[in-house]
């Protein structure tokens, strides 16, 4: 049972989340200061932390339901603690007791820029561009918006998975690119178009790609260029919660032009979902079977966990330590239900907020979306909030199924991995309830 403070900060999310603004702003010794001070345990709680920098972060998805709530709170997240950076530069003369307080809404690393690709796995990568834009314009930039004048995040287009290994497709992946991923999008006016491409165009976005359309490898190379480009070693952080078609391609791109140590420098550290976790052990699920991301591109998985420069920075997160099941056994059904429960019935509403994740449980009847890929944001947030285990495995590049090494001969595929065996889900819930609702920044 979690403790009084702490049961306040899930079971109402939006109204911890407003204590927690109010804290920033001034110390209170009211009753109400409690579901905050939960909040700041989990947060930055001294000025050497808070330095902790990234100067870009890049996100690489399939635009599933899970992949959008982890989206909106790393975005909502980053736009707060820019916004809140902002304001302690014109205030630096302030007290140092309170620049420590610090919401949870906040992110542990702070962000300058974030950059999100898209890769064909759930629905294709173009489609999933349309989607992103239509649902986060906001977050993007805007030249006809003075406010999103510094705002530099962006989204780029990147590249389909090669591979369906599924015949016939799951019916929960059918039911979603056909009907539920299309009611979402109509009831956040996005407008669906039921063309050849499956594309999808936005009422509120403005749409320039007609006569600009670029080819797919000028697209992706943006990243790789912007990644080269950053001035400072080990600040940019990569989370990829899609199938690695994307990433792959970027590493093979740098090898064409002996720049992989170079690109491989800059970053600070590579977050992946996905993947099966080989070993047995008392606190993970052992699968026998691909993970769907890995199976989708297997030989794309093969090549960027064999990356000899970049495995030191690779973090896996397999779907074993962070599903459904796993937050149910860790927190308590009801609990997770109660959760879930709130938010799709949330009588209280935030200025400026738009409802996302209510409306998104609407289509979610089961709330899959809690799970998985914002489990795996949080863990880059908080990677301090996870136990971790370094362990040897063998990856097939036909199946994308990880196996101990005792059962592959061949040597010359054994990696050495860093995989997370078990996550703090109360924080997580916690991280959740305080973001996903953040108040929009124009």
Sequence with gaps: ????????????????????????????????????????????????????????????????????????????????????????????????????????????????????????????????????????????????????????????????????????????????????????????????????????????????????????????????????????????????????????????????????NDFVSKVHSIYILGGNHPCPSSRTTIQTEPEFNFGLDPEAAHHVLMCQPLQEKIHLVTSSVCGMKQLREAVGVPQVQAFLDDHRQQEIIIENCCGFFRTLLTHDTVGYSLSCDPVCAFVMEYPDAVEWETIQACIDATSGRLTPPEQDQRKSTTTTLRMATSIDFERYLSWVGATIHSKQVH
């Excluded at 977050?139 to 389909?160: P, Y």
């Excluded at 009831?187 to 670029?214: C, L, M, P």
């Excluded at 797919?216 to 480009?229: C, H, N, P, Y």
Aim: aromatic share 4%.
């Design 1 to 260: 049972m979690l403790q009084n403070t702490e049961y306040m900060l899930w079971r109402k999310p939006a109204a911890a989340f407003l204590l927690a603004r109010n804290n920033l702003r001034r110390a209170a010794t009211t009753s109400r200061c409690s579901a905050t001070l939960c909040a700041t345990n989990i947060s930055m709680n001294n000025n050497n932390e808070r330095s902790s920098q990234r100067l870009l972060r890049i996100v690489d998805t399939d635009v599933g339901f899970d992949d959008l709530v982890a989206l909106q709170c790393l975005l909502n997240a980053n736009c707060v603690a820019r916004t809140t950076t902002a304001t302690s530069s014109s205030s630096s003369s302030s007290s140092s007791s309170s620049s420590s307080s610090s919401s949870i809404s906040q992110p542990h690393i702070m962000t300058t820029t974030m950059m999100i690709s898209t890769v064909g796995g759930v629905v294709s990568a173009q489609r999933g561009s349309r989607v992103l834009q239509g649902l986060f314009n906001h977050h993007l930039v805007n030249d006809d918006d003075n406010h999103n004048k510094n705002n530099d995040n962006m989204i780029v287009t990147g590249k389909d998975a090669p591979c369906m290994p599924y015949d016939p497709l799951p019916e929960w992946l059918v039911h979603y690119r056909t009907e539920r991923l299309e009611a979402f999008c109509n009831d956040r006016n996005i407008i669906v178009s039921h063309d050849e491409s499956n594309t999808i165009t936005s009422s509120n976005v403005v749409e320039n790609e007609t006569n600009q359309k670029e080819d797919e490898d000028d697209a992706m190379d943006q990243i790789v260029s912007r990644i080269l480009g950053i001035s400072q070693d080990h600040s940019v952080d990569i989370l990829a919660i899609g199938p690695l078609t994307n990433i792959s391609h970027w590493l093979k791109h740098c090898e064409k032009k002996n720049r992989l």
